[in-house]
């Protein structure tokens, strides 16, 4: 490979890092700085005295702890069933030859073309008259398989 070339891809890679990386970095700058310091125009990249007491005022004003626990549990079993029915989905769509194969398939593709938003008044209904409301239930099973994991 050539040097010009290899050194334009090392600094191609390099600003795509920065782009990618510089909103995570301003998260963390901004939550160390104080109101006053957010507020500032133009903004400055640190914060002139870190406030780590942020970190505990933010846990403390909220059950965080509790809000983490349900994140992580919703987060974990949703992926978990998505891998399970997309996975095996996608095998049988690529592998096997059954009647109404291309219907189903099809079915698979107008999905996608339906908006989340779409489906939310339905499916509170649903999960209304089966009496499931303030389940984990209701936040993973809608998100139990996709579309969009099929066509991967």
């Known amino acids: 490979m050539k040097p010009l070339v290899k050194i ?6 390099t600003l795509i890092f920065l782009v990618f990386a510089f ?16 507020l500032t125009f133009p903004p400055s ?7 780590w007491e942020n970190y505990r005022l933010a846990t ?7 809000y983490l626990k349900n994140s992580v549990i ?7 069933l998505q891998l399970v029915s997309v996975t095996l989905a996608a095998y049988a769509f690529a592998r096997y030859s059954f009647k109404g ?13 339906v908006p989340t938003q779409l489906t939310f008044l339905t499916i509170y209904v649903m999960f209304a008259e089966l009496e499931m409301i303030n389940t984990y239930s209701t936040l993973i ?3 139990a398989t996709s ?3 099929y066509l991967c």
């Open 8 to 13: 334009s891809k090392i600094i191609m890679n």
């Open 23 to 38: 909103p995570f970095f301003w998260l963390v700058s901004s939550s160390l700085k104080t109101l006053g310091e957010t």
């Open 45 to 51: 990249l640190f914060p002139e005295d870190p406030q």
């Open 60 to 66: 403390e004003s909220m059950p965080f702890f509790h």
């Open 74 to 80: 919703v987060s974990v079993a949703t992926v978990v």
């Open 101 to 113: 194969k291309n219907l189903a398939f099809g079915t698979v593709i107008v999905t996608m073309m």
């Open 141 to 143: 099973l809608p998100s």
């Open 147 to 149: 579309a969009l994991g």
